[in-house]
């Protein structure tokens, strides 16, 4: 928050309707770099409620763009190829600075869309670890000697 920032929440009010937008969001540790709150029309801010005093950046990045798409439903998507292209030539250099680093992100770089998730996400394992009740961590073992006994059939 701050002076003049906006609370995300309830309606948009009438006075909010940008021909365009980009969604800046700082480190957690110290925000904003100076220059983006310099040169930015519109500070917003989540108001907090209950207990909490913060939120993990993530979820307030999460947030602050839900907000953004229910009051302008038509941004959702409204990058044209051109612009796209233009911005991923753009970053491109900057995210893979090394000639080693282009070899390897290479493919993803040129044609994010094409890398099968599937294969990736197949591979994960997610835990939910000791925090959760024991019946989801025994249903969690369960599923996992399953997989286990299912690759160990096609060997």
Known sequence: ????????????????????????????????????????????????????????????????????????????????DAERNALRDAWRPLIAKSDAAKVSHGPWLDAPETIPLGDAAAGASVSCGSWAPRRFQQLEEAEAQSRHTLLDLRK
């Open 1 to 80: 928050d701050g002076p003049g920032a906006l609370a995300l929440e309830g309606a948009r009010p009438a006075s909010v309707a940008p021909a365009k937008v980009a969604v800046v969001v700082g480190r957690e540790a110290d925000g904003c770099d100076a220059a983006f709150l310099e040169a930015c029309d519109r500070r917003v801010y989540l108001p907090m409620r209950g207990f909490t005093s913060s939120l993990n950046l993530s979820v307030a990045s999460a947030l602050v763009l839900q907000k953004v798409f229910d009051w302008f439903p038509g941004w959702v998507g409204d990058m044209d």
